[in-house]
């Protein structure tokens, strides 16, 4: 069935959803806003799609099931609220809110209306994190017991990013990144899969800086650019999370379990290798004598032995392999089978939590207990076993 669906926000993100959705025939996109007068033109334009004249236009189509929320994080809650009021299920890009009160409101508006809301990002239903989970569920490292997570993007204040410029002209919206901050904007990939692993948060540790207050523009008020993060689940697994636009770049996440190691070098693609590496006899005295095991070739070896699906469309997915319409596509599924989506409300109230505590300890506390919880959610259909 088709989910009728209209785009609030036709900045740079905007383009890249417009791509992924030539491989999502299951989507039909209605219209469009944008708050921007010149902006909703050209991207009205280029794509050849319906501009609505106002957003409350666009609220009181009554094809419009659902508003994708592709505002920048600091308009999220009050356009997400418009739209639940306006009885539209929502997706809306991440952070759910920039405030914990504000996503807890739109949880329970969503929830007391019967509507689905949730946020990106949605990589936890591709191909590769779904992999890695069902590796994890069949113990090929034994019991995990530890991750390490990064996602740092290298010194980007002083990349060419007035240069970074989308398909129909948005510039990458380098002041409002650098004063939401990069933890906000990014920890939630990891977080996502690690929540889907392993279940909820219940206590974290967190450190946060402005390494670098002067990123070129007068007046920037800049968020934290450094963080990192110690996470406890309840199975007693434990995670450490480091974000960062300074250090340089790495989108790496390992998984240690007794008997091995799942390793990813590119946390955003969906169709990333997953590597297994198993201890074996030489492993201990490879890790001691590593120049000896290299030359030897003795001691575990990290090569892609996992076979895993392809990744249908990848081609349209840009340099960063991201399939930004999955988690609409999702909820357009439960809403036709009358299910619930894999990605829910409160999970995302979650992991907007973790997010918020991990980048602003300030507010937050070094170390918090963490209560929201969420339903589990379930492998993909085609993922199972
Ligand atoms: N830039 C990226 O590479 C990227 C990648 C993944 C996710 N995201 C997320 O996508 C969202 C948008 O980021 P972006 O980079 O596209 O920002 P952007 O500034 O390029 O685009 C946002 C657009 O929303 C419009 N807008 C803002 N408030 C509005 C409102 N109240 N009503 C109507 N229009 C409004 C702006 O005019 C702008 O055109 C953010 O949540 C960001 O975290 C961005």
């Known amino acids: 069935m088709t989910l009728h669906f209209a785009i609030v926000g036709c900045g740079y993100v905007a383009d890249l959803y417009m791509e992924a959705l030539k491989s999502h025939p299951e ?28 957003y409350q236009a666009l609220l009181t189509d009554g094809a419009v099931e659902l508003v994708a929320n592709l505002t920048n994080p600091r308009e999220h809650f009050k356009v997400s609220e418009a739209a639940l009021l306006a009885h539209k299920h929502v997706y809306s890009e991440k952070p759910l809110a920039t405030e914990l009160p504000d996503a807890q409101t739109l949880v329970e508006m969503a929830e007391a209306r019967g509507l689905f809301i949730t946020s990106a990002p949605c990589s936890v239903l591709g191909e590769t994190a779904q992999t890695i989970w069902k590796l994890l569920r069949q113990q090929q490292i034994g019991t995990p017991r530890l991750v390490y997570a990064e996602l740092d993007d290298g010194n980007v204040a002083a990349m060419d990013h007035a240069k970074w410029i989308s398909a129909s002209g948005a510039p990458w919206p380098a002041q409002d990144e650098f004063e939401v901050g990069c933890t906000l904007e990014h920890a939630g990939y990891h977080l996502t899969w690690l929540t889907a ?10 450190f946060s800086r402005v390494v670098q207050p002067d990123k070129g523009f007068v007046g920037l008020q800049p968020a934290p650019d450094f963080a990192a993060a110690c996470f406890e689940f309840g199975n007693g697994v434990v995670a450490r999370l480091t974000c960062s636009i300074y250090g340089a770049h790495d989108h790496r996440m390992r998984f240690f ?19 297994l590496t198993r201890r074996n006899r030489w492993t201990s ?43 609409i596509a999702d909820l357009g599924e439960a809403l036709a089978n009358g299910t619930s989506p894999h990605l829910t409300a409160r999970w995302a109230l979650h992991v907007t939590e973790v997010v918020l505590a991990m980048q602003s300890p300030m507010v937050y506390g070094d170390t918090r207990e963490i209560h929201t919880r969420f339903p589990p959610m379930t492998p993909m259909p085609w993922a199972k076993g």
């Open 285 to 327: 005295r490879a890790e001691k004598y590593p120049l000896l095991a290299r030359l030897t070739g003795l001691g575990p070896k990290r090569v892609p032995l996992v076979r895993q699906p392809p990744v249908k469309g990848r081609g349209l997915f840009g340099k960063n392999g991201m399939d930004f319409c999955r988690g």
């Open 27 to 54: 989507l039909r996109l209605q219209g469009v806003w944008d708050r921007d007068p010149e902006r909703l033109r050209a991207f009205c334009a280029f794509h050849g799609v319906r501009a609505y004249v106002s």
């Open 197 to 206: 692993f392993f279940g909820p948060v219940h206590r974290m540790t967190t």
């Open 257 to 275: 379990g007794d008997d091995g190691t799942i390793s990813i070098d590119r946390i955003w693609d969906y169709g990333a290798p997953v590597h």
